[in-house]
């Protein structure tokens, strides 16, 4: 059973409006949360993460929200780029937890069109 | 440069022919694993190591060995492949459990 859910397979957005990339979650010992992107023949990279004592995290043009009653996260790139175009991932982690490993969704491809 | 490096990047191989993907990262972290990339099915772990001579089993082990005889070195070890394991294969190495981890570039693995 997928605790970490990614609902939108993919994404389309025009270059200069907002992306937003949405993640639910099942497990309510997930308490730090990481938002990776992936180009073709490469590896994840990081981009931003927020731990569960926080509601916003922000990176420059990427704002991480989190609402825990809810059990959702959801990345905003502002303004989208054609660079963005990727495969994003949501993961989730339970520090406390016996297990502190990375739990991932299955992906978001994002084309941001010019 | 902070890096994860995985060789080879491409390989084919024939069913049963052992084969070892290596990976090694210079950050001196203590934590590595080894991920299998799959359509439809995301990232998924094979194995992880907390330290030198610490391994345990991850999500889908089933297939695969490993080994972490130093820090910086974990290889991923196929005794026999079969087609089920041809995927993308990814390393990836922390400081902190369920924290930011670095990726190596991947390698496209296929078992004819």
């Known amino acids: 059973d997928q605790q970490v859910k990614q609902n939108s397979p993919s994404l389309s957005v025009q270059e200069g409006r907002i992306s937003i990339l949405n993640c639910d979650y099942t497990?309510?010992?997930?308490?730090?949360f990481l938002w990776y992107k992936k180009y073709p023949a490469e590896g994840p990279t990081f981009l931003i993460s927020?731990?569960?004592i926080k509601d916003k995290n922000e990176d420059g043009r990427f704002t991480v929200f989190l609402n825990k009653s809810a059990k959702h996260l959801s990345l905003h790139i502002v303004p989208s780029q054609p660079g963005d175009s990727a495969v994003y991932f949501c993961?989730?982690?339970?520090?406390?937890?016996?297990?502190?490993?990375?739990?991932w969704g299955l992906g978001t491809s994002l084309a941001v069109n010019p | 440069e902070a890096q994860v490096t995985q060789n080879p990047r491409y390989l084919i191989t024939v069913t049963g022919k052992k084969l070892t993907v290596t990976c090694s990262q210079n950050?001196?972290?203590?934590?590595m694993s080894w991920y299998r990339q799959d359509p439809g099915l995301g990232l998924r772990q094979i194995y992880y190591?907390?330290?030198?001579?610490?391994?345990d089993k991850g999500d889908v082990p089933e297939g695969y060995k490993v080994s972490r005889k130093e820090k910086r070195n974990f290889p991923l070890i196929l005794e026999s492949p079969s087609p089920n394991q041809t995927s993308l294969y990814f390393c990836?190495?922390?400081?902190?459990?369920?924290?930011?981890?670095?990726f190596g570039q991947g390698t496209r693995l296929t078992v004819v």
């Open positions: 927020i731990s569960s």
């Open positions: 497990n309510s010992m997930f308490d730090y």
């Open positions: 993961a989730a982690s339970a520090i406390r937890g016996d297990n502190r490993k990375l739990i």
């Open positions: 190591s907390m330290n030198v001579e610490v391994t």
């Open positions: 950050m001196n972290h203590e934590y």
């Open positions: 990836a190495s922390t400081s902190q459990l369920g924290r930011k981890a670095f």
